[in-house]
Protein backbone atom coordinates (compact mmCIF):
# COMPACT_ATOMS: atom_id res chain seq x y z
CA UNK A 1 0.00 0.00 0.00
CA UNK A 2 1.35 3.54 -0.84
CA UNK A 3 1.96 6.14 1.50
CA UNK A 4 -1.06 8.47 2.34
CA UNK A 5 -0.29 11.93 0.39
CA UNK A 6 -0.41 14.50 2.53
CA UNK A 7 -0.40 18.17 1.28
CA UNK A 8 0.73 21.00 3.92
CA UNK A 9 0.16 24.75 3.87
CA UNK A 10 0.09 27.54 6.23
CA UNK A 11 -0.61 31.12 6.32
CA UNK A 12 2.79 32.10 8.46
CA UNK A 13 4.33 31.66 4.96
CA UNK A 14 6.38 28.48 3.68
CA UNK A 15 9.26 29.80 6.45
CA UNK A 16 7.44 29.48 9.01
CA UNK A 17 9.05 27.14 12.35
CA UNK A 18 5.48 26.05 13.13
CA UNK A 19 5.20 24.79 9.26
CA UNK A 20 8.70 23.35 9.41
CA UNK A 21 7.43 21.73 12.34
CA UNK A 22 4.65 20.42 10.79
CA UNK A 23 6.41 19.23 7.49
CA UNK A 24 8.49 16.79 10.00
CA UNK A 25 5.86 15.07 11.91
CA UNK A 26 4.08 14.54 8.84
CA UNK A 27 6.87 12.73 6.97
CA UNK A 28 6.32 9.90 9.62
CA UNK A 29 3.06 9.31 8.59
CA UNK A 30 3.27 9.72 4.93
CA UNK A 31 4.50 11.25 1.54
CA UNK A 32 4.32 15.21 1.84
CA UNK A 33 4.21 17.89 -0.71
CA UNK A 34 3.83 21.80 0.92
CA UNK A 35 2.39 24.37 -1.13
CA UNK A 36 2.62 27.57 1.31
CA UNK A 37 2.50 31.65 0.95
CA UNK A 38 5.76 33.27 0.16
CA UNK A 39 5.18 35.35 2.50
CA UNK A 40 2.76 35.89 6.10
CA UNK A 41 -0.62 35.98 5.14
CA UNK A 42 -2.50 36.07 8.66
CA UNK A 43 -5.89 37.76 8.68
CA UNK A 44 -6.48 36.62 4.84
CA UNK A 45 -9.75 35.12 6.33
CA UNK A 46 -11.19 32.55 3.48
CA UNK A 47 -9.52 35.48 0.51
CA UNK A 48 -8.54 34.47 -3.14
CA UNK A 49 -6.68 36.04 -5.87
CA UNK A 50 -8.95 36.68 -8.32
CA UNK A 51 -7.60 40.06 -10.29
CA UNK A 52 -4.03 39.39 -9.89
CA UNK A 53 -1.45 36.44 -10.90
CA UNK A 54 -0.47 34.20 -9.00
CA UNK A 55 2.93 32.97 -8.95
CA UNK A 56 4.36 29.47 -7.72
CA UNK A 57 7.92 27.92 -7.57
CA UNK A 58 9.64 25.16 -6.74
CA UNK A 59 11.91 25.87 -3.58
CA UNK A 60 14.04 23.70 -1.66
CA UNK A 61 14.20 24.99 2.02
CA UNK A 62 15.55 21.43 3.33
CA UNK A 63 18.59 20.09 1.71
CA UNK A 64 18.11 16.59 3.24
CA UNK A 65 17.74 13.58 0.97
CA UNK A 66 14.08 12.97 2.25
CA UNK A 67 12.90 16.52 1.93
CA UNK A 68 9.44 16.98 1.21
CA UNK A 69 8.56 18.57 -2.15
CA UNK A 70 8.10 21.95 -1.60
CA UNK A 71 6.68 24.87 -3.61
CA UNK A 72 5.98 28.38 -2.56
CA UNK A 73 2.80 30.74 -3.95
CA UNK A 74 2.28 34.30 -3.89
CA UNK A 75 -1.53 34.08 -3.28
CA UNK A 76 -3.61 33.06 -0.28
CA UNK A 77 -3.54 30.34 2.06
CA UNK A 78 -6.74 29.13 -0.27
CA UNK A 79 -5.41 30.24 -3.22
CA UNK A 80 -2.27 27.81 -2.22
CA UNK A 81 -4.82 24.69 -1.67
CA UNK A 82 -6.64 25.35 -5.08
CA UNK A 83 -3.03 25.56 -7.12
CA UNK A 84 -2.05 22.70 -5.35
CA UNK A 85 -5.13 20.43 -5.91
CA UNK A 86 -5.10 21.54 -9.88
CA UNK A 87 -2.06 22.14 -10.90
CA UNK A 88 0.77 21.11 -8.61
CA UNK A 89 0.36 17.29 -6.60
CA UNK A 90 -0.05 14.51 -9.49
CA UNK A 91 -2.79 12.85 -7.43
CA UNK A 92 -5.29 13.92 -4.98
CA UNK A 93 -3.69 13.95 -1.46
CA UNK A 94 -5.40 11.57 1.17
CA UNK A 95 -5.71 14.32 3.62
CA UNK A 96 -4.36 18.61 4.04
CA UNK A 97 -3.06 19.83 7.02
CA UNK A 98 -2.74 23.62 7.87
CA UNK A 99 -0.57 25.18 10.02
CA UNK A 100 1.07 24.93 12.86
CA UNK A 101 -0.31 28.66 13.31
CA UNK A 102 1.58 31.00 15.04
CA UNK A 103 -1.27 31.71 17.57
CA UNK A 104 -4.78 30.72 18.62
CA UNK A 105 -7.79 30.53 16.03
CA UNK A 106 -10.25 29.34 18.82
CA UNK A 107 -13.43 30.58 19.14
CA UNK A 108 -14.35 33.44 16.73
CA UNK A 109 -10.75 34.09 15.34
CA UNK A 110 -11.55 30.86 13.17
CA UNK A 111 -13.43 33.48 10.69
CA UNK A 112 -10.55 35.12 10.34
CA UNK A 113 -8.03 32.44 9.94
CA UNK A 114 -6.03 32.13 7.17
CA UNK A 115 -4.81 28.64 8.93
CA UNK A 116 -8.52 27.59 8.35
CA UNK A 117 -9.54 28.81 5.15
CA UNK A 118 -6.71 26.62 3.81
CA UNK A 119 -8.12 23.52 5.39
CA UNK A 120 -11.75 24.61 4.45
CA UNK A 121 -11.06 25.02 0.91
CA UNK A 122 -10.09 21.68 0.94
CA UNK A 123 -12.83 20.43 2.86
CA UNK A 124 -15.05 21.69 -0.01
CA UNK A 125 -13.00 19.85 -2.38
CA UNK A 126 -14.17 17.00 -0.90
CA UNK A 127 -10.49 16.19 1.21
CA UNK A 128 -10.35 15.58 4.32
CA UNK A 129 -8.49 18.46 5.73
CA UNK A 130 -7.53 19.89 9.36
CA UNK A 131 -5.78 23.00 10.56
CA UNK A 132 -3.58 23.22 13.47
CA UNK A 133 -2.63 26.66 15.75
CA UNK A 134 -0.59 26.80 18.65
CA UNK A 135 -1.39 29.60 21.44
CA UNK A 136 1.91 31.28 21.18
CA UNK A 137 2.22 34.12 18.73
CA UNK A 138 5.85 34.25 18.94
CA UNK A 139 8.18 33.41 15.89
CA UNK A 140 10.51 31.44 18.78
CA UNK A 141 7.04 29.24 19.89
CA UNK A 142 7.97 25.60 20.63
CA UNK A 143 5.87 23.36 18.78
CA UNK A 144 7.73 20.01 20.13
CA UNK A 145 5.36 19.76 23.30
CA UNK A 146 2.29 19.18 20.72
CA UNK A 147 3.73 16.70 17.72
CA UNK A 148 2.42 13.57 19.37
CA UNK A 149 -0.42 14.80 19.26
CA UNK A 150 -0.77 16.36 15.97
CA UNK A 151 0.44 12.76 14.47
CA UNK A 152 -2.34 11.15 16.76
CA UNK A 153 -4.85 13.55 15.49
CA UNK A 154 -3.90 13.09 11.66
CA UNK A 155 -3.46 9.67 12.17
CA UNK A 156 -7.16 8.98 13.43
CA UNK A 157 -8.04 11.33 10.96
CA UNK A 158 -6.73 9.17 7.86
CA UNK A 159 -7.87 5.86 10.02
CA UNK A 160 -11.62 6.95 10.75
CA UNK A 161 -12.13 9.71 8.15
CA UNK A 162 -13.88 13.23 9.00
CA UNK A 163 -17.30 13.69 8.59
CA UNK A 164 -18.35 14.83 5.08
CA UNK A 165 -19.08 18.99 4.81
CA UNK A 166 -16.20 18.91 7.89
CA UNK A 167 -13.09 19.76 8.67
CA UNK A 168 -11.09 20.14 12.08
CA UNK A 169 -10.13 23.14 13.80
CA UNK A 170 -7.64 22.09 16.14
CA UNK A 171 -5.66 24.52 18.73
CA UNK A 172 -2.80 23.47 21.08
CA UNK A 173 -2.37 25.17 24.13
CA UNK A 174 0.60 27.14 25.18
CA UNK A 175 2.38 24.83 27.54
CA UNK A 176 5.69 23.02 28.70
CA UNK A 177 6.32 19.49 27.33
CA UNK A 178 4.45 16.80 28.46
CA UNK A 179 2.08 19.15 30.41
CA UNK A 180 -0.65 19.01 27.76
CA UNK A 181 -3.57 17.23 29.96
CA UNK A 182 -5.01 15.79 26.64
CA UNK A 183 -7.78 15.98 23.79
CA UNK A 184 -11.47 17.18 24.25
CA UNK A 185 -13.44 17.21 21.24
CA UNK A 186 -15.39 21.05 21.82
CA UNK A 187 -18.21 23.34 19.96
CA UNK A 188 -16.64 27.14 19.39
CA UNK A 189 -16.87 29.48 21.99
CA UNK A 190 -18.76 32.77 21.74
CA UNK A 191 -16.24 35.39 21.53
CA UNK A 192 -15.70 38.77 19.91
CA UNK A 193 -13.06 41.40 19.45
CA UNK A 194 -13.16 44.85 21.47
CA UNK A 195 -11.14 46.97 18.72
CA UNK A 196 -9.45 49.95 19.51
CA UNK A 197 -7.94 51.76 16.95
CA UNK A 198 -4.42 53.82 17.21
CA UNK A 199 -4.87 56.67 15.51
CA UNK A 200 -1.78 58.22 14.37
CA UNK A 201 -0.56 60.92 11.98
CA UNK A 202 2.11 59.87 8.92
CA UNK A 203 5.11 62.48 8.31
CA UNK A 204 2.63 64.40 5.45
CA UNK A 205 0.18 65.22 7.71
CA UNK A 206 -2.53 62.30 6.68
CA UNK A 207 -4.00 60.36 9.79
CA UNK A 208 -4.20 56.62 9.60
CA UNK A 209 -5.06 54.01 11.95
CA UNK A 210 -3.46 50.72 13.40
CA UNK A 211 -6.04 47.94 14.16
CA UNK A 212 -5.98 46.85 17.92
CA UNK A 213 -8.22 45.12 20.00
CA UNK A 214 -8.97 42.71 22.82
CA UNK A 215 -10.50 39.46 23.33
CA UNK A 216 -13.26 38.92 24.81
CA UNK A 217 -14.78 35.81 25.93
CA UNK A 218 -18.73 35.50 25.98
CA UNK A 219 -19.47 31.94 26.87
CA UNK A 220 -18.94 30.49 30.16
CA UNK A 221 -19.97 27.04 28.85
CA UNK A 222 -17.27 24.11 29.84
CA UNK A 223 -17.95 22.25 26.62
CA UNK A 224 -15.91 25.16 24.01
CA UNK A 225 -12.60 25.30 22.66
CA UNK A 226 -11.78 28.04 25.36
CA UNK A 227 -12.49 26.54 28.15
CA UNK A 228 -10.83 23.14 27.23
CA UNK A 229 -7.21 25.39 26.75
CA UNK A 230 -7.29 26.88 29.40
CA UNK A 231 -7.23 23.92 31.13
CA UNK A 232 -4.34 22.55 29.35
CA UNK A 233 -6.34 20.30 26.86
CA UNK A 234 -6.30 20.51 23.09
CA UNK A 235 -9.29 21.67 21.40
CA UNK A 236 -11.19 19.89 18.49
CA UNK A 237 -13.91 21.92 16.52
CA UNK A 238 -15.06 20.18 13.74
CA UNK A 239 -16.19 23.05 11.31
CA UNK A 240 -18.74 23.11 8.56
CA UNK A 241 -18.92 25.54 5.81
CA UNK A 242 -22.69 24.82 5.31
CA UNK A 243 -23.50 28.32 7.06
CA UNK A 244 -26.94 27.98 7.14
CA UNK A 245 -28.53 29.08 10.39
CA UNK A 246 -31.46 25.84 10.14
CA UNK A 247 -33.33 26.26 13.30
CA UNK A 248 -33.78 29.39 12.08
CA UNK A 249 -35.81 29.68 8.93
CA UNK A 250 -38.75 28.54 10.44
CA UNK A 251 -38.76 31.99 12.31
CA UNK A 252 -37.32 34.12 9.06
CA UNK A 253 -40.99 32.58 7.60
CA UNK A 254 -42.90 34.19 9.74
CA UNK A 255 -42.16 37.12 8.72
CA UNK A 256 -44.02 39.39 5.86
CA UNK A 257 -41.99 38.81 3.05
CA UNK A 258 -44.70 38.24 0.01
CA UNK A 259 -47.94 39.99 0.98
CA UNK B 1 -38.71 58.31 17.11
CA UNK B 2 -35.30 58.93 15.51
CA UNK B 3 -35.06 57.39 12.47
CA UNK B 4 -33.03 54.18 12.36
CA UNK B 5 -29.22 54.36 11.42
CA UNK B 6 -28.26 52.20 8.73
CA UNK B 7 -24.83 51.32 7.96
CA UNK B 8 -23.84 50.71 4.73
CA UNK B 9 -20.40 48.70 2.92
CA UNK B 10 -20.24 46.36 0.43
CA UNK B 11 -16.99 44.96 -0.87
CA UNK B 12 -17.11 46.17 -4.76
CA UNK B 13 -15.54 50.06 -3.71
CA UNK B 14 -17.87 53.23 -2.41
CA UNK B 15 -18.05 54.12 -6.22
CA UNK B 16 -19.98 50.91 -7.49
CA UNK B 17 -23.35 51.23 -8.78
CA UNK B 18 -24.61 48.54 -6.47
CA UNK B 19 -23.70 50.29 -3.51
CA UNK B 20 -24.89 53.84 -4.70
CA UNK B 21 -28.01 52.16 -5.74
CA UNK B 22 -28.36 50.49 -1.58
CA UNK B 23 -27.78 54.19 -0.58
CA UNK B 24 -30.93 55.57 -2.27
CA UNK B 25 -33.30 52.88 -1.10
CA UNK B 26 -31.95 53.13 2.79
CA UNK B 27 -32.67 56.67 2.94
CA UNK B 28 -35.90 56.13 2.75
CA UNK B 29 -35.73 53.68 5.81
CA UNK B 30 -33.84 55.84 7.77
CA UNK B 31 -30.25 57.63 8.59
CA UNK B 32 -27.62 56.20 6.36
CA UNK B 33 -24.31 56.34 7.04
CA UNK B 34 -22.02 54.92 4.46
CA UNK B 35 -18.39 53.03 5.18
CA UNK B 36 -17.01 51.52 2.25
CA UNK B 37 -13.68 50.37 0.24
CA UNK B 38 -12.11 52.78 -1.52
CA UNK B 39 -11.30 49.91 -4.24
CA UNK B 40 -12.66 46.88 -4.83
CA UNK B 41 -12.08 43.97 -2.28
CA UNK B 42 -14.01 40.63 -4.30
CA UNK B 43 -13.10 37.67 -3.33
CA UNK B 44 -11.41 39.05 0.12
CA UNK B 45 -13.55 36.99 2.38
CA UNK B 46 -12.75 37.83 6.03
CA UNK B 47 -9.69 39.15 5.71
CA UNK B 48 -8.52 42.04 8.23
CA UNK B 49 -5.70 44.43 7.87
CA UNK B 50 -3.48 43.12 10.82
CA UNK B 51 0.11 44.21 9.82
CA UNK B 52 -0.42 47.59 7.28
CA UNK B 53 -2.11 51.24 8.09
CA UNK B 54 -5.87 51.40 7.35
CA UNK B 55 -6.45 54.68 5.88
CA UNK B 56 -10.19 56.31 6.07
CA UNK B 57 -11.46 59.79 5.10
CA UNK B 58 -14.73 61.67 4.28
CA UNK B 59 -15.93 62.03 0.66
CA UNK B 60 -18.46 63.19 -0.86
CA UNK B 61 -19.94 61.43 -4.20
CA UNK B 62 -23.45 63.00 -3.94
CA UNK B 63 -23.47 66.94 -4.03
CA UNK B 64 -27.71 66.86 -3.43
CA UNK B 65 -28.60 68.69 0.08
CA UNK B 66 -30.06 65.32 1.68
CA UNK B 67 -26.82 62.98 0.90
CA UNK B 68 -25.82 60.51 2.92
CA UNK B 69 -22.25 60.84 4.84
CA UNK B 70 -19.72 58.81 3.52
CA UNK B 71 -16.04 57.54 4.43
CA UNK B 72 -14.01 55.59 2.01
CA UNK B 73 -11.79 53.37 3.92
CA UNK B 74 -8.06 51.47 2.69
CA UNK B 75 -9.07 48.25 4.24
CA UNK B 76 -11.30 45.27 3.51
CA UNK B 77 -14.85 44.95 4.22
CA UNK B 78 -14.54 43.86 7.61
CA UNK B 79 -12.12 46.67 7.77
CA UNK B 80 -14.78 49.04 7.36
CA UNK B 81 -17.65 47.82 9.78
CA UNK B 82 -14.77 47.67 13.15
CA UNK B 83 -13.62 51.51 11.86
CA UNK B 84 -17.11 51.96 11.35
CA UNK B 85 -17.97 51.48 14.72
CA UNK B 86 -15.28 52.07 16.84
CA UNK B 87 -13.97 55.26 15.04
CA UNK B 88 -16.52 56.81 12.90
CA UNK B 89 -20.02 56.02 13.96
CA UNK B 90 -21.39 59.12 16.49
CA UNK B 91 -24.27 55.95 17.54
CA UNK B 92 -24.68 52.19 17.76
CA UNK B 93 -26.05 51.32 14.51
CA UNK B 94 -29.60 49.66 14.41
CA UNK B 95 -28.39 47.45 11.05
CA UNK B 96 -25.82 46.53 8.76
CA UNK B 97 -26.35 46.51 5.22
CA UNK B 98 -23.74 45.42 2.68
CA UNK B 99 -24.10 45.34 -0.86
CA UNK B 100 -26.17 45.16 -3.65
CA UNK B 101 -22.76 42.98 -4.61
CA UNK B 102 -22.10 42.51 -8.30
CA UNK B 103 -22.40 38.85 -8.84
CA UNK B 104 -24.14 36.13 -6.77
CA UNK B 105 -23.12 35.12 -2.93
CA UNK B 106 -25.29 32.51 -3.26
CA UNK B 107 -24.30 28.69 -1.93
CA UNK B 108 -20.94 28.08 -1.63
CA UNK B 109 -19.77 31.91 -2.92
CA UNK B 110 -20.44 33.41 1.08
CA UNK B 111 -17.08 31.70 1.44
CA UNK B 112 -15.22 34.21 -0.35
CA UNK B 113 -17.79 36.84 0.29
CA UNK B 114 -16.29 40.52 0.76
CA UNK B 115 -19.75 41.49 0.86
CA UNK B 116 -20.96 39.04 3.56
CA UNK B 117 -18.19 39.32 5.53
CA UNK B 118 -18.86 42.90 5.97
CA UNK B 119 -22.46 41.49 7.27
CA UNK B 120 -20.91 38.64 9.77
CA UNK B 121 -18.22 41.42 10.88
CA UNK B 122 -21.67 43.00 12.18
CA UNK B 123 -23.20 40.17 13.53
CA UNK B 124 -20.56 39.21 15.52
CA UNK B 125 -20.56 42.71 17.25
CA UNK B 126 -24.53 42.02 17.59
CA UNK B 127 -25.63 43.93 14.86
CA UNK B 128 -28.46 42.92 12.87
CA UNK B 129 -26.94 42.59 9.16
CA UNK B 130 -28.34 41.66 5.85
CA UNK B 131 -26.04 41.09 2.36
CA UNK B 132 -27.50 41.73 -0.80
CA UNK B 133 -26.20 40.46 -3.88
CA UNK B 134 -27.29 40.56 -7.86
CA UNK B 135 -26.35 37.66 -9.73
CA UNK B 136 -25.21 39.66 -12.15
CA UNK B 137 -21.62 40.72 -12.42
CA UNK B 138 -21.70 43.49 -14.94
CA UNK B 139 -20.69 46.99 -13.65
CA UNK B 140 -23.73 48.29 -15.39
CA UNK B 141 -26.05 45.59 -13.87
CA UNK B 142 -29.56 46.82 -13.62
CA UNK B 143 -30.22 47.26 -9.71
CA UNK B 144 -33.78 48.51 -10.15
CA UNK B 145 -36.04 45.69 -10.29
CA UNK B 146 -34.33 44.35 -6.81
CA UNK B 147 -35.36 47.99 -4.81
CA UNK B 148 -38.67 46.98 -3.42
CA UNK B 149 -37.86 43.99 -2.21
CA UNK B 150 -34.49 44.84 -0.83
CA UNK B 151 -36.99 47.35 1.15
CA UNK B 152 -38.99 45.41 2.40
CA UNK B 153 -36.70 43.08 3.66
CA UNK B 154 -34.72 45.30 5.55
CA UNK B 155 -38.26 46.72 6.93
CA UNK B 156 -38.81 43.53 7.98
CA UNK B 157 -35.80 42.44 9.67
CA UNK B 158 -35.91 46.61 11.47
CA UNK B 159 -39.05 45.41 12.51
CA UNK B 160 -38.53 41.75 14.06
CA UNK B 161 -35.07 41.66 14.43
CA UNK B 162 -32.45 38.79 13.44
CA UNK B 163 -31.97 36.01 15.37
CA UNK B 164 -29.22 36.36 17.22
CA UNK B 165 -25.91 34.69 15.99
CA UNK B 166 -27.98 34.86 12.21
CA UNK B 167 -27.31 37.50 9.47
CA UNK B 168 -29.21 37.53 6.28
CA UNK B 169 -27.64 35.94 3.06
CA UNK B 170 -29.98 37.42 0.22
CA UNK B 171 -29.30 36.97 -3.48
CA UNK B 172 -31.37 38.66 -6.09
CA UNK B 173 -31.79 36.68 -9.50
CA UNK B 174 -30.96 38.60 -12.84
CA UNK B 175 -34.81 39.04 -13.94
CA UNK B 176 -36.59 42.16 -16.02
CA UNK B 177 -38.64 44.26 -13.78
CA UNK B 178 -41.47 43.22 -12.39
CA UNK B 179 -40.78 39.36 -13.05
CA UNK B 180 -38.93 38.96 -9.58
CA UNK B 181 -41.73 35.86 -8.51
CA UNK B 182 -41.58 36.57 -4.63
CA UNK B 183 -39.02 35.68 -1.72
CA UNK B 184 -37.73 32.22 -0.34
CA UNK B 185 -36.05 31.58 3.18
CA UNK B 186 -33.39 29.17 2.03
CA UNK B 187 -31.12 26.66 3.26
CA UNK B 188 -26.99 27.18 1.90
CA UNK B 189 -27.07 24.58 -1.52
CA UNK B 190 -23.84 22.27 -1.74
CA UNK B 191 -21.61 23.41 -4.16
CA UNK B 192 -18.00 24.20 -5.00
CA UNK B 193 -15.78 25.46 -8.03
CA UNK B 194 -13.93 23.32 -10.32
CA UNK B 195 -11.42 25.32 -10.95
CA UNK B 196 -8.73 25.76 -14.25
CA UNK B 197 -5.60 27.56 -13.70
CA UNK B 198 -4.62 29.69 -17.12
CA UNK B 199 -1.01 29.47 -16.85
CA UNK B 200 1.01 31.83 -18.84
CA UNK B 201 4.64 33.03 -19.14
CA UNK B 202 5.44 36.95 -18.33
CA UNK B 203 7.76 39.56 -20.20
CA UNK B 204 10.49 38.35 -18.56
CA UNK B 205 9.94 34.40 -18.52
CA UNK B 206 8.31 34.05 -15.68
CA UNK B 207 5.31 31.72 -15.11
CA UNK B 208 2.12 32.54 -13.53
CA UNK B 209 -1.17 31.60 -12.98
CA UNK B 210 -4.76 33.53 -13.92
CA UNK B 211 -7.60 31.70 -11.59
CA UNK B 212 -10.40 30.94 -13.36
CA UNK B 213 -13.35 28.26 -12.59
CA UNK B 214 -16.78 27.02 -13.38
CA UNK B 215 -19.45 26.75 -10.79
CA UNK B 216 -20.72 23.31 -10.01
CA UNK B 217 -23.91 22.81 -8.34
CA UNK B 218 -24.14 19.68 -6.76
CA UNK B 219 -27.34 20.04 -4.88
CA UNK B 220 -31.11 19.08 -5.91
CA UNK B 221 -33.10 20.13 -3.41
CA UNK B 222 -35.48 22.45 -3.75
CA UNK B 223 -35.41 24.01 -0.79
CA UNK B 224 -31.96 26.18 -1.75
CA UNK B 225 -30.63 29.34 -2.83
CA UNK B 226 -29.72 27.89 -6.16
CA UNK B 227 -32.90 26.55 -6.83
CA UNK B 228 -34.52 29.50 -5.62
CA UNK B 229 -33.19 31.84 -7.94
CA UNK B 230 -33.13 29.14 -10.68
CA UNK B 231 -36.68 29.70 -10.43
CA UNK B 232 -36.87 32.91 -10.43
CA UNK B 233 -36.93 34.03 -6.40
CA UNK B 234 -34.90 35.99 -4.38
CA UNK B 235 -33.24 33.70 -1.90
CA UNK B 236 -33.01 34.24 1.90
CA UNK B 237 -30.34 32.60 3.72
CA UNK B 238 -30.30 32.87 7.34
CA UNK B 239 -26.33 32.28 8.20
CA UNK B 240 -24.27 31.64 11.28
CA UNK B 241 -20.85 32.20 12.30
CA UNK B 242 -20.96 29.66 14.61
CA UNK B 243 -18.53 27.04 12.37
CA UNK B 244 -19.14 24.36 15.01
CA UNK B 245 -20.94 20.72 13.14
CA UNK B 246 -22.57 19.81 16.27
CA UNK B 247 -24.14 16.90 15.15
CA UNK B 248 -20.66 15.70 14.24
CA UNK B 249 -19.14 15.53 18.14
CA UNK B 250 -20.33 12.81 19.15
CA UNK B 251 -18.78 10.88 16.35
CA UNK B 252 -15.37 12.26 16.44
CA UNK B 253 -15.24 11.79 20.29
CA UNK B 254 -15.31 7.65 18.94
CA UNK B 255 -12.05 7.93 17.82
CA UNK B 256 -9.03 7.01 19.91
CA UNK B 257 -7.55 10.25 21.52
CA UNK B 258 -7.07 9.86 24.62
CA UNK B 259 -5.60 6.37 25.20
Known amino acids: ?34 VAPDS ?41 VKLAL ?10 CISGINHGSNASINVIYSGTMSAAIEAGIEGIPAIGFSLCDYSWEADFAPAQEAIKKIVAEALKNG ?31 WKEKFDKRT ?21 DTDEWALSKGYISVV ?7 AHHTIQDINTWNLNE
Open 86 to 95: QELLDRRPDI
Open 162 to 192: IPKGVVLNVNIPKVAHGEIKGIKVCRQARAN
Open 202 to 222: NPSGKDYYWLTGEFQLLDKGE
Open 1 to 34: MSKPLILVTNDDGITAPGLRALVKSMQELGEVVV
Open 40 to 80: PQSGMGHAITLDNTLYSKRVVLDASKDAAKEYSCSGTPADC
Open 238 to 244: PTQFDLT
